[in-house]
């Protein structure tokens, strides 16, 4: 099923998945189609990276400045998120995995809260692998929020440094990102786990993220693989 064998994997892939749209609009669909699309090209890749015994896989699903897009669009992606954290819950527990929510809850309704932090309760003792969903996520804010949960617990100036400000991150037990791939050509992070991402390999991919397929994780881990990591050392 892979050709990743005995290849040095990576612990934790980091997904920018880029071009929903673009790839509807290349195909004459509803820019929603895209986002569908793109949907369950992620449920699949995911399951495939686990299979390849990769242990995290972040998405970036929903960022805080996706507000900004139209009402049609953002009630559309809240829908595919509560979908995949209720209707498919099922199937991804029974595969094994575990999922965790990294994002803020400014702006999120109720239900999807809800929603997610059951996800979170239901798949906790999984070990297959863990998706972490970056929903409504920033990684300015996510540091601002960690900066703000530090105050209100009273951490004082002395006691900071870089793994007092990791202990509060969201979902603080995801480390760092070995590899990040983006998706469609664009060759930024647009705000995407700035903290996990300070060492990272990246890799940029012209095609749209509904056209990733299996082949296009091997390559990426391959080229992981090959990769001499630094650490500033």
């Given at each position: 099923m892979s050709d990743t064998n005995n290849q040095a994997l990576?612990?934790?892939?980091?997904?920018?998945?880029?071009?929903?749209?673009?790839?509807?609009?290349?195909?004459?669909?509803?820019?929603?189609?895209?986002?569908?699309?793109?949907?369950?090209?992620?449920?699949?890749?995911?399951?495939?990276?686990?299979?390849?015994?990769?242990?995290?896989?972040?998405?970036?699903?929903?960022?805080?400045?996706?507000?900004?897009?139209?009402?049609?669009e953002v009630s559309y992606l809240m829908n595919l998120a509560l979908k995949m954290v209720t209707r498919d819950l099922k199937d991804i527990n029974k595969k094994g995995i575990k999922v965790v929510w990294l994002g803020s809850q400014k702006e999120v309704s109720k239900k999807l809260i809800e929603a997610l932090k059951n996800a979170e309760e239901a798949t906790k003792n999984n070990t297959k692998g863990t998706l972490a969903l970056c929903f409504n996520y920033g990684g300015h804010r996510e540091i601002a929020e960690a900066?703000?949960?530090?105050?209100?617990?009273?951490?004082?100036?002395?006691?900071?440094?870089?793994?007092?400000?990791?202990?509060?991150?969201?979902?603080?037990?995801?480390?760092?990102?070995?590899?990040m791939v983006r998706t469609s050509g664009e060759q930024r992070i647009s705000n995407f786990?700035?903290?996990?991402?300070?060492?990272?390999?990246?890799?940029?991919?012209?095609?749209?993220?509904?056209?990733?397929?299996?082949?296009?994780?091997?390559?990426?881990?391959?080229?992981?693989?090959?990769?001499?990591r630094r650490f500033g050392g």
């Open positions: 990576p612990n934790h892939i980091g997904l920018i998945l880029d071009g929903n749209r673009r790839w509807a609009r290349s195909k004459g669909l509803p820019t929603l189609e895209g986002h569908r699309r793109g949907y369950d090209i992620l449920k699949n890749i995911a399951e495939a990276a686990f299979d390849r015994g990769v242990s995290y896989v972040s998405a970036f699903i929903f960022s805080t400045e996706n507000w900004d897009r139209s009402k049609e900066v703000k949960r530090m105050m209100g617990d009273g951490v004082v100036a002395a006691e900071v440094d870089e793994s007092k400000i990791a202990d509060y991150l969201y979902a603080s037990d995801v480390p760092p990102i070995d590899i786990m700035l903290w996990r991402m300070a060492y990272s390999e990246l890799m940029f991919m012209d095609k749209h993220w509904p056209d990733f397929t299996e082949q296009d994780l091997n390559n990426a881990i391959t080229e992981y693989s090959h990769r001499q």
